[in-house]
């Protein structure tokens, strides 16, 4: 059945009798019509619902109705918002606009106005989509948003919707697998470049020589191999963002130069003296402690507090445990539709089992666990059995009585005499240091919060016990 015009309309004020008022009327149109008399119940449904378009009371009880649009944009960029006030002033008015606002109107409104502003805004959005569905198609990419309702994300969400209309340089932290490169993209998408592209580079990938004329491009006959005159990522990426992911890997000589492109806002290709400007905005990430790596003389000083303008900090999945059930559930649809197959139910249990896992792979983790699940799981429901197999894989086909006496000689000398304790205590912590840096992926910092150790004391047990964070990463 075609879908009326207008859509699903959710409605945002602390005024019972008027929403039931805006209910009647919008649903006499043909539209559907969900209320929420608090700003927290309207950001839950937004989570929760597939709308349309909001209408929005700007004088919410105990809340600023221009926070909760910034939210509410930084959840939904392309949701079209109009907002209610019986205060109507043309500050204000401009004010909602410049923040994303897509009508304005005073109490007491037209029941035409109100109308005619949602259909427009919905057909106009519903054009929006269309078009971006053709982009993404030839682009071979779909836009993901942070989801989650627990109060960790949430605070990301408010951070980016705060500094997204700036200009300024974000730093995004975070452990692998948080969603670093998420947040990157809805930073831009909520820019006013967001027009513009979106260039990536991750600057852990290429050697120092490479990344450089990766970023700043270089000119015929810049060094051997240089065949022609190329350009750079921060060309590329003129009148949009340049993404640094896993800045912290790039190599002194190359901090250098990026250093004097934030200050100056000029940069020259390899080989090059000729400058050029650098219309870009930068969001580095990185999975780093960067005081550690300034300390350490690893990363520069001046650049870090460059970058770290306006921090961004991705909460770990095991942080905000009560949002799995809703990104294992999207995640689960996107496999199965990615590989053709019938999208399966959860079982009630899972979840239970879901929130008990530590992730420490994070979000990256749970979409690689979804994407299993749906290959792996024989019939239509997902059951416990099948998460604690894929969470604890047997791994050997051998009795439990082999791995046991294994396990014994593991411990015995060679001539099958027991170690001394102090050994026996030593060789265990051996082992749970190269477990915990294998987890955190050499990072020493997530490593001593595992272990409930400060830095200082961690890197002693690791030079104790001849272990490098290196080896791991």
Known sequence: MKRPRGGHVLVVDDDAELCELISLRLEARGMKVTTALTAARGLELLEQEEVDSVVLDLRLEGVDGLEVLAQMRARSPDLPVVILTAHGTIETAVEAMQRGAYGFLTKPFQDHELV????????????????????????????????????????????????????????????????????????????????????????????????????????????????????????????????????????LRVQVKLLRVLQERRFARVGSTVEEEADVRVVAATNRDLREEVEAKR???????????????????????????????????????????????????????????????????????????VL????????????????????SSRAPADSAREEEQDWLSAEGELPTLREARDRFERRYLSEVLRRSKGNVAAAARTASRNRTDFYELLRRHGLSPAEFK
């Not at 947040?183 to 470049?193: E, G, I, M, P, Y």
């Not at 270089?218 to 990522?233: I, M, N, P, S």
């Not at 590989?339 to 089992?353: H, K, S, T, W």
Request: aromatic fraction near 4%.
């Open 376 to 395: 792996l799981a024989p019939e239509d429901d997902i059951r416990f059995e099948h998460v604690a197999r894929m969470f604890d894989p047997p791994t």
């Open 299 to 373: 990363f520069r000083e001046d650049l870090y507090y460059r970058l770290a303008v306006l921090p961004i900090v991705m909460p770990p999945l095991r942080e905000r445990l009560e949002d799995i059930p809703i990104l294992a559930t999207r995640h689960l649809e996107q496999a199965a539709a990615r590989n053709g197959l019938r999208l399966p139910r959860l079982a009630p249990e899972v979840m239970d089992l879901l929130r008990s896992h530590s992730w420490p792979g994070n979000v990256r983790e749970l979409v690689n666990a979804m994407e299993a699940l």
């Open 116 to 251: 005619q502003k949602l259909i427009h805004a919905t057909e106009r959005n519903d054009l929006r989509r269309e078009l971006a569905d053709l982009r993404r198609i030839v682009a071979g990419t779909t836009p993901e948003r942070l989801l989650g309702t627990s109060p960790a994300i949430a605070e990301v969400r408010d951070r980016i919707a705060r500094v997204a209309p700036s200009e300024a340089t974000v730093l995004i932290l975070g452990e692998s697998g948080t969603g670093k490169e998420l947040a990157a993209r809805q930073v831009h998408a909520l820019s006013r470049r967001a027009s513009g592209p979106f260039v990536a580079v991750n600057c852990g990938a290429l050697p120092p020589e490479l990344l450089e004329s990766e970023l700043f491009g270089h000119v015929k006959g810049a060094f051997t191999g240089a065949t022609q005159t190329r350009e750079g990522l921060f060309g590329a990426a003129r009148g949009g963002t340049l993404f640094l992911d896993e800045i912290g890997e790039a190599a």
